[in-house]
Structures are given as structure tokens and as C-alpha cells.
């Protein structure tokens, strides 16, 4: 019988060692923040699966520089985030300009009259518009105002000081009330919440 | 009257300091635009929070696990340590032989003529000044 508890012991001490099982436990465990965020992101089903899938693989080669104990799954979604950006930044078109730059037609179908907004399913509009924002603003929003991040660990994750953190917030949030202005006094009234 | 501007998300955040949110307070108590805007930023947050995300495809989990089982990791394990005393021994061994090596590099004044040279001429004409090089270098340095 001891023998049998010994092999019982040293089997589970193997298993919580292996790195390919403990990583496995992890990414189980935190897989849907990881797809929520690359969602955010990307703003479609099909990127937010490829880029959780490259970051994934990405943070398992890297895994034996994570540090145990520490938080597993803000230190996925970093590894995320900078795959999101060397994909924003192979992608030229999209990489270099300014929030002012952007026309509110970039959010067709997000300007309907309040009547319809009503009752309605905020997730397409509100995507749109945050999908209409340059990355680096719409990950402070993203991560702040969706994921929860303080302004610190925003600031850590997107490797920037915390007053960048808080100007992009600021601005995004400008940019979203006037391109969601009606859903926004919708809200302001009452009638959506 | 200076408005408090990227203050204000802070505000409504809750992020600034005692003294910071105080003057913002006192700032809002006068100004009617800077209280809408507040008010506004409550609600785009408030919208944005709102919003769902569809749930992951149900073949996305498998699909990650699967990848980990073939991915490599690269373990901190003794690897490195194999490196270091190979990349020691190395050293050992270059360090030994160096004096016994001939020196094969070029006298330093023809390749900073080669260099002068080499400035002059267009990338496509590269491959003919090496042949040519040798010449010039001599018409050059008689010149001189």
C-alpha cells in the first residue's frame, strides 16, 4: 500500500511539473477572456480565433519565462496584444493615422434614430465604433473599461506611462459619444441600459 | 477658464488623486459643458460596457490544446549550461591557437582605398569595380 501511495505521489508531483499539462490547466482555465479580448480587438470571430490561437502558441514557447505565481492571464493577453500589433503593423494601411482623421462614416448602420436603438442589441454598433478606432486607443478602452484593468496595468500591458493610458482613454471615449451620440442620450434618458 | 479634458474620463474613473478630483469638482460646479461631457462619458462607458461578445467557436479550445501538444517549448532547463561551457571551451581553444594563426587581413591603406572607391561607384557597377579595383587603386595612390 505505501508503495502504491509513493507512485500515487510522485505521479501527481510529475503531472504538476510538466509544463505542457500545467500550461494546458491554464489556457483551459482562461481561454474565453483571451478569445474576448482578441474579439475586442480584431472585431471579428475569425481573426479573434487566429490571433488567440498564434498568441497561445507564441506563450507556449515563452512559457518558461513566465514567472509562477504571477497573474497567468494578463500575461497572455500581452502576449496577445503584441501579436495584435505586428499584425496591425504588417498590415500598412491600417497602422498610421490619427484619430482626427477618422470620418464618422466609417460607422455606417451605428447612426440609426434612437426609435430603433431602443430594445436593441447594442453589440454590433458599439463594435463598429470601437473597431473604427486606431488600436492602440481602443485597447486602452478595451482593457479599462471591458476587462478591468487599472490605468496601471493598462499602461504596464500596453507598455506606454499611465498619462498616454489616459489621454487615448479620454479621446476614444470623445470619439465614441459623437459617433454613438444617439445611443448615448438614449442612455442618458433612460431608455437603454 | 481652462477645461480639465483627459481629466475628466479620470473623474468619471475614479483614477485621480484627492486634490486632483477636488479641483475638477470645483471646475464642474461652474461649467456646464465640462458637467455634459461627464455626464456623456458615463454613458459611452456604460455603452461599451453593455456590449457582449458572441462565445469563442466550441473548436477553439481543442484546437489550442492540440497546438500546445506540438509546439516546442524552449525549457530554461540545462541547455543553457551545455551552451556556456561549449561556448567557454571555445574560447579556450581560439584563445590558444590566435598566436599561432597567420594574419590574413589586407594592409589597412588598401582597404580604405577599396572604401574610397567603393563610395564612388553605383551598386550596379560593383561587380566590375572588384575587377577593376586593384588598378584604380594604383592609378589613385600614384596620383597622389
Not at chain 2, 594563426?101 to 563610395?119: C, F, I, K, N, Q
Amino acid at each position: 500500500m505505501e508503495l502504491e501511495a509513493d507512485a500515487l505521489g510522485s505521479a501527481a508531483c510529475g503531472a504538476a511539473d510538466d509544463p505542457r499539462s500545467e500550461f494546458a490547466r491554464l489556457v483551459e482555465a482562461h481561454w474565453r477572456s483571451a478569445y474576448r479580448f482578441a474579439y475586442r480587438l480584431t472585431g471579428n470571430p475569425e481573426d479573434a480565433a487566429d490571433l488567440v490561437q498564434q498568441s497561445a502558441e507564441e506563450a507556449f514557447r515563452a512559457f518558461y519565462r513566465f514567472r509562477r505565481g504571477s497573474r497567468f492571464d494578463r500575461w497572455w493577453l500581452r502576449i496577445l496584444y503584441n501579436s495584435f500589433v505586428d499584425r496591425i503593423r504588417q498590415d500598412r494601411r491600417r497602422s498610421y493615422f490619427a484619430l482626427e482623421d477618422l470620418a464618422p462614416s466609417l460607422l455606417a448602420g451605428a447612426d440609426s434614430d434612437p426609435e430603433v436603438a431602443v430594445g436593441q442589441r447594442l453589440d454590433g454598433p458599439v463594435q463598429r465604433a470601437l473597431d473604427a478606432l486606431p488600436a492602440e486607443y481602443r485597447a486602452a478602452v478595451v482593457l479599462v473599461d471591458l476587462e478591468g484593468f487599472s490605468y496601471q496595468e493598462a499602461a504596464q500591458l500596453l507598455r506606454c506611462p499611465v498619462g498616454t493610458v489616459r489621454s487615448r482613454l479620454h479621446r476614444a471615449r470623445m470619439a465614441l459619444r459623437e459617433w454613438l451620440r444617439d445611443y448615448v442620450d438614449a442612455v442618458k434618458r433612460g431608455e437603454l441600459r | 477658464m481652462t477645461h480639465p479634458s483627459d481629466r475628466l474620463s479620470a473623474y468619471v474613473d475614479g483614477t485621480l488623486s484627492k486634490g486632483e478630483a477636488a479641483e475638477v469638482a470645483a471646475h464642474l460646479a461652474e461649467c456646464a459643458a465640462c458637467r455634459e461631457t461627464v455626464t456623456d462619458l458615463r454613458a459611452v462607458r456604460q455603452l461599451v460596457r453593455a456590449a457582449t461578445v458572441p462565445d469563442p467557436p466550441p473548436e477553439l479550445l481543442p484546437r489550442l490544446l492540440r497546438s500546445v501538444g506540438t509546439a516546442t517549448p524552449r525549457p530554461p532547463g540545462p541547455v543553457p549550461w551545455t551552451l556556456i561551457a561549449a561556448g567557454f571551451t571555445l574560447a579556450a581553444v581560439l584563445l590558444a591557437r590566435v598566436p599561432f594563426v597567420p594574419a590574413a587581413a589586407p594592409p589597412l591603406d588598401e582597404l580604405r582605398a577599396y572604401g574610397r572607391l567603393a563610395a564612388r561607384v553605383p551598386l550596379v557597377e560593383l561587380g566590375t569595380a572588384s575587377f577593376v579595383s586593384t588598378a584604380q587603386v594604383e592609378e589613385e595612390e600614384a596620383g597622389r
